[in-house]
C-alpha cells in the first residue's frame, strides 16, 4: 500500500492526523496517552452524551420486561 492510499483521520483528543489501519491499536486516537485523557473525560463526566437520562432511564426499563 502507497501512503496515499491509506486513510488518514485526525484523533478525536489532540487532532493530529491517524492513519486508519489495523496496525494503530489506539484508533481512532494517536496515542495511549490521547486516548486515556479521552477515557477520563467521559469517566469524570466532563464528556455527555446529547440526552434526556430521565427518560431514557424509564424506557430502558421496558427493554427488560418479558
Known amino acids: ?21 489495523s496496525n494503530n491499536e489506539n484508533r481512532p486516537f494517536c496515542s495511549e496517552s490521547c486516548r486515556n485523557k479521552d477515557f477520563i473525560g467521559w469517566a469524570n463526566e466532563e ?3 446529547k440526552g ?5 432511564d424509564v424506557l430502558s426499563n421496558e427493554l427488560l420486561k418479558d
Do not use: A, E, F
Request: include cysteine; charge should be positive; aromatic fraction near 6%.
Open 1 to 21: 500500500m502507497t501512503s496515499k492510499t491509506l486513510k488518514s483521520i485526525p484523533c478525536p483528543h489532540c487532532k493530529t492526523p491517524v492513519v486508519w489501519n
Open 47 to 49: 464528556k455527555v452524551m
Open 52 to 56: 434526556n437520562s430521565l427518560y431514557d
